[in-house]
């Protein structure tokens, strides 16, 4: 049987791949069973530092499966099948301590753009398009709205939920869903100059700073400072933080810098 996720793991940088693009990568239950998998190997590799998500074909990803979504005659409301394994495939994504990329090979429809808006980073060619079709099915943006709503500004989200309206890239961008649009022929060189940059960042450093892109802002002033302020004199004292300025005063890289990294950007 041939594999509906593709994988492949160089340089410190696991390549995760939607394969099924007859269906347009539609969100089948094997094809997130192999997703899964695929996450928690990239995840359990100590020589993998960052995570690319990627698509094969023109879409990156259509959204559910259609043709798993009609229930058997004695099932009950909520045993759609996408329901039971999506929700996890999306925590996978949100809570990895590795950053993940979202490299979209191509368009993205309804529950595609909840694995977009659960990467880290998420860069898409220009020539890209979106939308929230669910209302236009008579479902709803249910399970996507968990990490789409921490991306997209209010107005927009509103918006393109409640029209299903059909939106480019640039705009994408705009409103939070995308890191950056960029013309179709630099979307790897793009991609690469990211994972770049996140391989020469410490491993536990990349995790913690992650999290705290998502909490300290809803933390009270003096008790983020307080608390950032102990945080800080961990990680400055700690071996991690160490090797990194032994590293930088010494004119040499890291030692969690893999040696086959991708082509590094420049300097400046």
Not at 47 to 68: H, M, N, Q, Y
Not at 134 to 144: D, N, Q, S, T, Y
Not at 221 to 229: F, K, L, P, S, T
Request: charged letters at 20%.
């Amino acid at each position: 049987m041939t594999a509906l996720v593709g994988y492949q793991a160089r340089g410190g940088v696991a390549t995760v791949t939607l394969d099924s693009p007859a269906n347009r990568n539609a969100l089948s239950v094997r094809l997130l069973g192999e997703l899964e998998r695929a996450l928690d190997r990239a995840l359990a590799d100590e020589g993998v530092r960052v995570i690319v998500l990627t698509g094969a074909g023109p879409v990156f990803c259509s959204g559910a499966d259609l043709k798993e979504q009609a229930p058997a005659a004695d099932a009950r409301p909520h045993d759609a099948p996408v329901t039971a394994t999506f929700p996890g495939v999306m925590s996978l994504i949100w809570d990895s301590p590795k950053p993940v990329i979202c490299r979209l090979n191509g368009t993205a429809r309804a529950g595609g753009l909840g694995l977009v808006a659960a990467c880290d980073f998420a860069i898409a060619p220009d020539s890209a398009t979106f939308a929230f079709s669910e209302v236009r099915l008579g479902v709803v943006p249910a399970m996507i709205s968990v990490t789409v709503l921490r991306r997209v500004e209010p107005r927009a989200a509103a918006e393109y939920f409640l029209t299903g309206e059909v939106f480019g890239a640039a705009r994408a961008a705009e409103i939070g869903l995308l890191t950056r649009a960029v013309p179709a022929g630099d979307l790897d060189a793009t991609v690469e100059h990211y994972a770049g940059m996140l391989l020469r960042g410490g491993p536990e450093a990349l995790a913690i700073t992650k999290q705290l892109v998502r909490t300290v802002p809803s933390l009270p002033v003096e008790e983020g400072m307080r608390r950032m302020a102990e945080l800080s004199a961990q990680r400055f004292t700690s071996p991690e933080g160490q090797e990194g300025i032994r590293a930088f005063m010494e004119k040499r890289p890291a030692s969690w810098i893999p040696r086959d990294e991708p082509a590094a950007p420049s300097q400046t």
